[in-house]
């Protein structure tokens, strides 16, 4: 699976879009109010990739137990400081709503944190190329 991101950015104008394979997807995120870049920083993006990544796969490691979940609520926070410093103290909540049992619940949040791709990626640790620069205009 071939995930990617791509923006593009100009005077009050900002898109975004993202693609699994051969599925793209665009959001809506505005421009911040200078009109140059995203209102919405990277660091809140990255949290809100690590709760989407548990989010999606309490559901899929459910269904491999045939537990129905009717709910999921996942909170992450972290803390970055001066520009160029790499963020820290990344952590997070999950809460469940199924009709399984608080243990069988738990044993799902457990093994959820295990094999969350997202969290696994940051844990590991990963090289990021930056491949070619150019002039956008």
């Known amino acids: 699976m071939k995930i990617s991101a791509h923006i593009t950015s100009s005077l009050h104008q900002h898109e975004a879009t993202v693609q699994t394979n051969d599925s793209a997807k665009e959001l809506q995120i505005p ?14 993006l990255l949290m809100l990739a690590l709760a989407t990544c ?11 137990r045939r537990m129905v979940v009717t709910g999921v609520e996942v909170s ?26 608080p243990a069988e619940i738990e044993d799902l949040i457990r093994h959820t944190d295990q094999v969350a791709e997202i969290q696994n990626t940051l844990r590991k640790g990963l090289a990021i190329t930056l491949t070619n620069t150019s002039d956008p205009t």
Do not use: H, L, M, W
């Not at 421009?31 to 809140?44: D, I, L, M, P, W």
């Not at 997070?92 to 199924?98: G, I, N, R």
């Open 31 to 44: 421009a911040k109010s200078t009109g140059y870049g995203s209102s919405v920083n990277g660091g809140e």
């Open 54 to 64: 548990f989010c999606n796969d309490i559901y899929r490691e459910a269904a491999k």
């Open 76 to 101: 992450v926070s972290g803390e970055f400081g001066a520009e160029g410093e790499p963020g820290t103290n990344f952590s997070y909540q999950a809460s469940v709503a199924s009709d399984a049992s």
